[in-house]
């Protein structure tokens, strides 16, 4: 069935650092995915997204890679600041579904 | 503009008791949704609504039902609370379909169930 996971629950680095969060997914007929982020007692918030049709996209620090052979997506965040920790959590949803699916989550520490 | 705003932020039912979350967008959007999310879990999709008057199950409806009487509200209501359903419930919205736009999510009603 579908599915969305991640490798790793939790992601300590260091300030300054790049941070890569991974994720794979099982539903091949998935073409649209989305990071997001979430604060401790907040909503999640959109990071950045890509399609199917797309390897690469890149935002400001942020840089989502897609590997449609292997499915698996990742998030690469640029010099990690103490602001970025969070959870963070991909998502995939294919062309005319309603249900996002999401991951588990990775949880994001910045060690100073 | 507010963006997405839920109502309360908190709560504590008893088991069979009943309440309405509430969920207001000012974003003019057409798709509405409701989550919940389980500790250390993703969200999981209880409801949507691709318009006023139209609503449809998502992946876990059971014990919910919801209402869109107007563009801006979507109210999720329990009505025989039980202690699964303490979570972590979210309002989204989004302009387009959830296949073609990101969704905004509101703060989030924290719910227990005793």
């Known amino acids: 069935g579908e599915s969305v996971g991640l490798h790793l629950p939790t992601l300590s680095v260091q300030e300054g650092d790049n941070s890569i969060i991974n994720c794979a997914y099982s539903?091949?007929?998935?073409?649209?995915f989305i990071w997001y982020k979430q604060e401790s007692g907040k909503g999640p918030q959109f990071i950045i997204d890509i399609r199917s049709n797309m390897d690469k996209r890149q935002g400001q620090r942020v840089t989502v890679l897609l590997n449609k052979t292997v499915k698996h997506l990742s998030l690469q965040i640029a010099a990690t600041q103490p602001g970025d920790s969070a959870v963070y959590f991909c998502?995939?949803?294919?062309?005319?579904?309603?249900?996002?699916?999401f991951g588990q989550g990775t949880r994001l520490t910045i060690n100073p | 503009n507010a963006g997405v705003t839920q109502t309360p932020k908190f709560r504590i039912l008893k088991i069979g008791q009943s309440m309405t979350l509430q969920c207001t967008q000012d974003m003019n959007h057409n798709y509405m949704y409701w989550y919940r999310q389980d500790p250390g879990m993703g969200l999981k999709l209880i409801y949507y609504s691709v318009g006023a008057g139209i609503t449809d199950k998502g992946e876990v409806p059971n014990g919910y039902n919801v209402s869109r009487s107007t563009t801006e509200d979507f109210p999720l209501r329990l009505e025989l609370a039980a202690p699964s359903q303490t979570s972590v419930y979210f309002c989204?919205?989004?302009?387009?379909?959830?296949?073609?736009?990101?969704?905004?999510f509101g703060p989030g009603t924290r719910l227990t169930v005793l």
């Open positions: 998502a995939e949803i294919f062309q005319g579904a309603q249900k996002l699916v």
């Open positions: 539903n091949s007929a998935s073409d649209y």
């Open positions: 989204a919205s989004s302009q387009r379909p959830a296949s073609t736009d990101t969704q905004y």
